[in-house]
């Protein structure tokens, strides 16, 4: 055999195995831990806790160590959270690569949750933007608890008056992810036709409303049942996915933000106009490649197309938390709040949530 060949072919193995081994890491799964013991001394508050990868059952609700602010951040004591999909993916630690992050074979930070809403209870010394009592939302690891620690340069904002803190803890996930995606991938304009599909959702619901205050003319794709509530937040048209599906209807469209990925890219990019943008914000679920093989190919095709195609991963700030409380003050947009738990029915939650079924956003209660 020729030296090429054999050097390709144990560069082939070596690959082979580098892959396998990293797939038997990935996607080894630990036993859960005992919960540390906490000292008498030590104050408590209840949060929910998961010290390894599971299912829902696998959440606890319990006592941990209520956190003291350092000299940069702000303890805020949460009157309600909000749950997204984020959450269970990360409960679940699937798709397993985000294990590389989230910890492997057990998550590296128990706590759960990121969007919050409530009171500024203590701030350190050098916390000049908040003081005790500011009413605050905001999204920080960790929200599913009586109390959150949270640096004041983060994603934290005052609360609009005009807003309850269950509407406001609806805010930071989803309504930065389609803020993002509208504004920074989507590069929206007034008199453009945006569709929405997955309008919905928690992300949708705030894509809607955001799409109508920059002027633009919306169509929401939702099921039979949610269409009156697509209509109620803006949409200008709706289209019912059970009737129809809109990469055949021969519509073109500007920009279309997709939060559900279960059309291909080649037919969502041929409802665009020619100059046109597809904003991918989610796709099906799956342990594997499945969730990711929708951003692959757009990574793979867009050199060769016409039309752009955008992959969002949001990024959480202090200033899009402000510039979502401004339009929330302004009347323009006003989250949808479907079902309300309390903190120890987080996992009924989650199961909600996971069942893909949410209309608008899953609140959890602490008061
Ligand atoms: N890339 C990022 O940075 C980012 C950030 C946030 C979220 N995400 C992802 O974006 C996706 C949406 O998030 P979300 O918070 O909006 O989720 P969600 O609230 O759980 O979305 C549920 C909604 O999706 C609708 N839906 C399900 N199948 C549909 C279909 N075939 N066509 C149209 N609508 C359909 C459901 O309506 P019916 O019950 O009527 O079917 C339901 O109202 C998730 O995959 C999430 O992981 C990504």
Redesign the pocket.
Known sequence: MKLRYKISGGILIALALATASLALVLGHTTACGPAPVLSDAAERMKAIVYRCYGSPDILEFTDVEKPTPMDDQILVKVKVASV???DW?YMRGLPYIMRLSSGLGAPTDTRLGVDFAGTIEAVGKDVTRFEPGDDVFGGRTGAFAEYIIVPEDRALALKPGNMTFAQAASVP??GI?ALQALRDHGKIQPGQKVLI??A?????TFAVQIAKSYGAEVTG???T??MDMVRSIGADHVID?KKENYTESGRRYDLIID??G?HPLLANTNVLTPEGTLVM???PKGDWLKPLMGPIKALLLSPFMDQEIGI???QLGPDDMGILGELMQAGKVTPVIDRRYGLSEVPDAIRY?ES????GKIIIELE
């Not at 919905?200 to 949708?204: A, E, F, L, N, R």
């Not at 893909?356 to 209309?359: M, N, P, S, T």
């Open positions: 997204n999909p984020l993916h996930i989803a992810t599909n997955g919905s959702g928690g992300v949708g794709v939702c099921s049942r949610n996915y939060m559900v279960n914000v989610g796709g969002i991963l949001a949530s893909g079924r949410a209309r």
